[in-house]
């Protein structure tokens, strides 16, 4: 089955034959299931009021377990970002209702991070509809070929 990467690489073989063109057309449909994932992705997050980054920082928060709780630190490197970004996330977060700060009671100097309970049920919804969602992305590929998909971009991805 041909699809618009073939006529595009159809295209560039017949005017530049002298390349390799095989690695673009990997690359050229990762980028194109990328704004897939994204566009469907956004789509849910969206429906629960949050963007990429807010959901980043419930779902990391959700994940460490009871109580809940990080510093902006461990926020920081858990979700690879600077910590002035952090800072705008967490404000956001905290307007909306869904986490609370205070001051760390072991180091007065620091705040600790929590989810509200507001911001655990919306954690949790989005987080079902986000598993459905990408569940329902990938049932294109069967079982092995997701597994198999799954082990090439691991590979890929490591250093």
């Known amino acids: 089955m041909e699809d618009a990467i073939d006529v595009i690489l159809a295209q560039w073989r017949r005017e530049r034959p002298d390349l390799d063109l095989e690695a673009m057309s990997v690359f050229a ?3 194109r299931a990328s704004r897939l994932v994204e566009d469907a992705v956004d789509q849910v997050f969206t ?3 949050l963007r990429q980054g807010e959901f980043d920082v419930l779902a990391a928060l959700r994940r460490s377990g009871p109580p809940y709780t990080l510093i902006p630190s461990e926020l920081s490197q858990v979700l690879m970002m600077s910590r002035a970004g952090m800072t ?6 905290e307007a909306a209702g869904l986490v609370s700060r205070a001051l760390d009671p072991a180091d007065r100097r620091s705040f600790r991070v929590t989810l509200t309970d507001e911001g655990l049920r919306v954690i949790d919804a989005a987080l079902t509809d986000h598993a459905a969602n990408l569940a329902r992305l990938s049932s294109r590929l069967s079982p092995a070929d997701t597994a198999t998909l799954d082990t090439l971009l691991r590979t890929f991805l490591s250093p």
């Open 47 to 49: 429906r629960h009021g």
């Open 88 to 93: 705008n996330r967490l404000d956001r977060l």
């Open 29 to 31: 449909r990762l980028a």
